[in-house]
């Protein structure tokens, strides 16, 4: 039973590291709550946009696909992408 429940981590990471180029960064941390399934994300900042992908398309479809994943195990599954952790001196407030 606890390897359904650990279908939807396996799945994104697989997803996500046949995307990116550095797939030794990919890290998911899943967490259950009363509300579902919350999947965080956490790739290389160089990866950042072959995940999102334009407007956001990638991360879109990667997470209809997590939906369908959790569907089919009764289970409401939500991904959220982690921002990169490098500071950026240029968003510092003025």
């Known amino acids: ?31 259950v709550d009363e509300m579902g399934v919350l999947l965080s994300l956490r790739v290389n900042p160089q990866d950042m946009g072959q995940v999102v992908g334009r407007q956001g398309s990638t991360a879109k479809a990667i997470r209809n696909l997590l939906r369908i994943v959790g569907l089919k195990n009764n289970a409401r599954v939500n991904l959220k992408i ?10 510092t407030s003025k």
């Open 1 to 31: 039973m606890d390897m359904t429940k650990k279908m939807d981590q396996e799945f994104l990471e697989y997803v996500v590291k046949a995307i990116v180029n550095h797939p030794e960064d990919v890290r998911v941390e899943r967490r």
């Open 82 to 91: 982690e921002e990169p952790t490098t500071s950026n001196p240029s968003s």
